[in-house]
């Protein structure tokens, strides 16, 4: 099983900008397909983002999309999460997760190994 460890999240004015980090370990990081989901306080774990094995395609909710950007650098077994025009609404905490196979999913169900998350403060 893959080991996946959040970082980079914090406390940041509405407007503002983060950068999540996803670093695996354990497995063959560039076979897997990886995704970021989050849950608020209260609230069911949503999707936000997936990228490929590859980094060639990406999905995104359409609560986040033209706002976040999905990216993936192989050689450093990390996942990426630029988050900009952040927005109180996405107060939650974020966990990465990944998937085998070639098929890009944004359901949770899918995902067998997932981080521990990283909490995100968006204040107005």
């Known amino acids: 099983q893959m080991q996946l460890v959040e970082s980079g999240g914090g406390l940041v004015q509405a407007g503002g900008s983060l950068r999540l980090s996803c670093a695996a370990s354990?497995?063959?990081?560039?076979?897997?397909?990886v995704a970021w989901f989050r849950q608020a306080p209260g609230k069911e774990r949503e999707f936000v983002a997936a990228i490929s094995w590859s980094g060639a395609r990406t999905l995104y909710a359409e609560s986040v999309k033209g706002r976040f950007t999905i990216s993936r650098d192989n050689a450093k077994n990390t996942v990426y999460l630029q988050m900009n025009s952040l927005a109180p609404e996405d107060t939650a905490v974020y966990y990465c997760a990944a998937k085998g196979g070639y098929t890009l999913s944004y359901t949770g169900a899918d995902f067998g190994s997932w981080g521990q998350g990283t909490q995100v403060t968006v204040f107005s």
């Open positions: 354990g497995r063959t990081f560039s076979n897997y397909n």
